[in-house]
Structures are given as structure tokens and as C-alpha cells.
């Protein structure tokens, strides 16, 4: 079955440090989000990105965040500068159809920030 | 606004079965169930569209009341492999993000 693969799968990091978390979905689909699950919590939505562009973010996506599809198959998510916070399961997912679509998950990119 | 989840978390022996309810605040478009198991990624369940319906994966089902924006997720006969953390992910319209909630804790012992 496809999957969505991300890269890498732990990322150390010392704060105020730049970082890109990269994704490569599921071929064939078009929609594409970024989630982050900090310990124990629950999966929380950042953004959502259809066209190229963004479709959709929550308050946790500001400035320091950045998402970019630099090619036909990477989706890649840049921290600027990174907080202590930001220490998160960082969660890919994609989807075919944005309307009533299941969510594919990635295995996630562990983000220590130190 | 995100979806809440009750329980937080349920022990279950084998061959018992439990709910999970998932409501929300604002009227829903739909909703998702997700099953994430220790370490790994959540893992899709089903879908449920406003309309009342259930759906069902192998003996888990679940049910959409829109009127009361409420989901169950039934879990009946369980099974060892039933256990990890169930995520609701909702939507309150057909494009919006889905947003998730805390998650119910399911642990099945033998």
C-alpha cells in the first residue's frame, strides 16, 4: 500500500536554529497538511496546502513557519528560528480528495529543540 | 474549535466492549476516527458524513448524530490489537481543516 515517508525521522536541534522537515505524500494526491503532537497531547492541525498554496492554518503556524512544495513530489515544513515549544511529533499527511478525504499519516519526524 | 472526547482513557479485558463519544460545539460537516497505536502514526478508522449514518471496520463501528453533533465509536468484542489511542478529527464544513480531539486511551488485556 502507498505511503506517506518522512524524513528524518528525529531531528535535534539547538534554539533559534533553522530546520526542515521534509515529506514525500502519496503520488497521486493533492492535498497535503502538516499536524504536530506534542507528548502525550493531542494532534493539532498547522496547515493545510492545495495548489501550491496554503488553504488553511491555525494560530500555531505564524511567521517562523514556512511550507513549500519545491518539486512534484516534496512537501517540506521550515522552522526559522525554533523554540523550546516547538519540541513536537511533527506529523505529514495527504490526501486525494480534500472533500470527505481520509488522511494518510507519515510516521512522523521527532523535533527536539534543545 | 476542537472536538471533546470522553472517556480519556478505558481498560478493557478481551471480549468487552466500550464507547468512545466525540461532540462538538459547532455543527459538524463530518467526522473522522483515528487510531494511533505507541509510537507510531494515527491510522485511518472511517468516515462519517452529517446524515445519521454508521459505518463499521471489523467490529469497530461508529454512529453521527448531527442533531446533537455528537459521535460514537463502538468498540464491541475487543481484541488485543484494539488498543492505542482513538483520535475524533472533525470538520464543520465539506473543505475545512479537520481538527482532532485529545484522544481516548484504549488498553485491552487478555
Known amino acids: 500500500e502507498p505511503e506517506v515517508t518522512q524524513t528524518p525521522s528525529h531531528q535535534v536541534t539547538q534554539m533559534g536554529q533553522e530546520v526542515i522537515l521534509r515529506c514525500v505524500p502519496i503520488s497521486n494526491h493533492l492535498y497535503f497538511y502538516w499536524y504536530r503532537q506534542i507528548l502525550g497531547q493531542k494532534v493539532e492541525f498547522l496547515v493545510s496546502f492545495y495548489n501550491n498554496e496554503i488553504s488553511e492554518k491555525s494560530e500555531i503556524f505564524d511567521d517562523q513557519f514556512s511550507v513549500e512544495r519545491p518539486d512534484g513530489s516534496n512537501f517540506t515544513l521550515k522552522i526559522r528560528s525554533t523554540k523550546l515549544e516547538d519540541s513536537a511529533m511533527y506529523f505529514c499527511a495527504s490526501s486525494e480528495k480534500g472533500r470527505d478525504g481520509k488522511l494518510f499519516f507519515g510516521s512522523g519526524t521527532q523535533l527536539s529543540v534543545l | ?110
Open chain 2, 1 to 110: 474549535q476542537q472536538p471533546v472526547q470522553s472517556p480519556q482513557a478505558v481498560i478493557l479485558r478481551e471480549g468487552e466492549d466500550a464507547v468512545i463519544n466525540c461532540s462538538s460545539s459547532k455543527a459538524l460537516y463530518s467526522v473522522h476516527w483515528y487510531r494511533q497505536k505507541h509510537g507510531e502514526a494515527p491510522v485511518f478508522l472511517m468516515i462519517l458524513l452529517k446524515g445519521g449514518e454508521q459505518k463499521g471496520h471489523e467490529k469497530i463501528s461508529a454512529s453521527f448524530n448531527e442533531k446533537k453533533q455528537q459521535s460514537s465509536l463502538y468498540l464491541t468484542a475487543s481484541q488485543l490489537s484494539y488498543s492505542g489511542t482513538y483520535f475524533c478529527g472533525t470538520r464543520t464544513d465539506s473543505w475545512g481543516k479537520l481538527q482532532f480531539g485529545a484522544g481516548t486511551q484504549v488498553v485491552v488485556t487478555p
